[in-house]
């Protein structure tokens, strides 16, 4: 499976919505204004109020306009967001500019912003933010009108104090805004990882679907093709050797013929009679999963033993589907050769996949499994680096897991190279009947009534 960097994933829950930051706007014209009202109005504290009531004001038009014309519930770009944000910093310093600068307990409200876009936004857009955040608090450091204060006192902070709260707050920005990045960002990976197993599994599900679609056409094909038969061949009848019409008489009722041959193996690809589809010996689990890969510039050596009978198991998507992922790492890191093998025993079953490629680099070992650990560059690239393991790694693990089975990760002990997976399943597990592919009931076949099987 191919690997792309998040950022290029576009799914809804990496945009933000425009309701979600008019909502926001909205607490901070109502806060704004309640602490203008009580230092203006319930202290009696001279400030420049006019400007101060018209920057809320302007937030307040903003939200409006907003509301009217663009419909709340709009997910914005992310360029359209990080401008409404930067709008929202600007206004917060105008603010604090006009009362008092970094000196105002408020002042810490220049991060707010930054943080909804930590939360939100790609790192780009958050930098960018941070940035004009941190060249408003400097600003503010050194102009600013003084802070409101009773008319017959004078307030000033000294100047080693106003540069170590300009220290703490662009310190508190900078920590705070790459935390919340880091968590948000775990938690957008997470799921676009599973949104992309559940496409994954849905996949699989509708081609198991036109399995049962396919039996479910030619039960209800069977009366119809029937009836055709039937009269056709009672039509053939009714005409003299030689007539034109007998030769068409005749090709309608060798076409009927050929679909009720085509019907027949539609019937039989699912029918319970046809145990060699319904299930597979491991053997043939890992030469399905190697056959597609023939001829890819690496070789692939299959073997299997173990004690006694081979284990067989359901054909199962999940199992299918994970250890093709782990075979396509193997073969993009391999130099020369790969090496699957199964090997079990009365109670356990393991299937392992070798490489000789760089193998795995320590760091990585603590984070194989988890989504988007790296991204894969070129197939050189990940030759000599040995990572680039991210989705299709969590994806195989995942559904793996989900069939009962343990996986186990290591390079290869010296002197060869290489990384090594193992697969491994109690074998009543593997053999027990999984639903993943579990083929729909197939009703009784009319066609078998009416053109028994020769």
């Known amino acids: 499976m191919s690997e792309h960097p998040t950022s290029n994933i576009t799914l809804p829950h990496r945009r933000l919505k425009l309701d979600t930051l008019v909502r926001l706007r909205w607490l901070a014209v109502g806060g704004q204004s309640a602490a203008l009202l009580v230092v203006y109005v319930g202290l009696g504290y001279p400030l420049p109020a006019g400007p101060a009531f018209a920057l809320v004001a302007l937030s307040a038009w903003l939200n409006i306009l907003l509301k009217i014309r663009t419909p709340t519930a709009k997910r914005l770009p ?3 967001a990080m401008l409404q944000l930067a709008y929202d910093i600007l206004q917060m310093s105008g603010l604090l500019f006009l009362t008092g600068g970094l000196g105002n307990p408020f002042a810490f409200l220049l991060m707010a912003p930054v943080m909804v876009s930590a939360t939100g936004l790609s790192a780009r857009y958050t930098l960018a933010l941070g940035a004009l955040a941190t060249c408003c608090a400097t600003i503010l450091a ?8 009773p008319t017959e006192e004078t307030f000033s902070l000294p100047v080693v104090y106003s540069v170590g709260i300009w220290i703490a707050l662009v310190s508190t920005l900078g920590f705070m805004a790459v935390y919340a990045f880091r968590v948000a960002e775990e938690a957008r990976q997470l799921a676009d990882a599973l949104a992309a197993t559940e496409l994954v599994l849905a996949r699989e599900q ?5 399995d049962g679609l396919a039996t479910a056409a030619a039960h209800e094909l069977g009366t119809p093709l029937a009836t055709i038969y039937l009269v056709t061949k009672e039509l053939r009848d ?16 060798s076409q009927a013929e050929r679909c009720r041959g085509i019907l027949r193996q539609l019937t039989n690809l699912s029918s319970e009679e046809d145990k060699t589809y319904q299930r597979m010996p491991v053997s043939q689990l890992i030469e399905e999963l190697i056959d597609p890969h023939r001829g890819a510039g690496v070789a692939i050596h299959s073997s299997h033993s173990g004690e006694g009978l081979e284990p067989v198991g359901q ?3 999940a199992i299918r589907y994970g250890l093709g992922n782990l075979l396509e790492n193997a073969i993009d890191f391999a130099k020369s050769h790969v090496e699957v093998s199964a090997s079990w025993d009365e109670t356990s079953l393991a299937i392992t996949i070798k490489d000789d490629g760089p193998g795995f ?6 984070k194989i499994g988890d989504p988007y650990v790296s991204i894969r560059g070129s197939r050189a690239k990940s030759k000599a680096t040995g990572g680039g393991l991210g989705l299709g790694i969590f994806i195989a693990k995942t559904l793996l897991e989900r ?6 990760v290591d390079n290869r002990a010296p002197p060869k190279n290489g990384a090594y997976v193992r697969v491994s399943w109690p074998r009543s ?12 009931a197939v009703p009784h076949n009319k066609l078998n009534d009416v053109f028994p099987a020769p």
């Open 238 to 253: 009714e005409f003299e050797e030689g007539d034109h019409r007998a030769e068409d008489i005749e090709l309608i009722r």
């Open 206 to 210: 509708h081609l198991n679907a036109l």
């Open 403 to 408: 069939t009962g089975a343990k996986l186990h």
């Open 429 to 440: 597990v593997f053999e027990q009947a999984l639903e993943v592919d579990e083929p729909p």
């Open 315 to 317: 054909r199962n998507a």
């Open 142 to 149: 050194v102009f600013h009108l003084p802070l409101p204060w």
């Open 361 to 366: 680099s320590q760091e990585l070992f603590s």
């Open 78 to 80: 992310e360029f359209s």
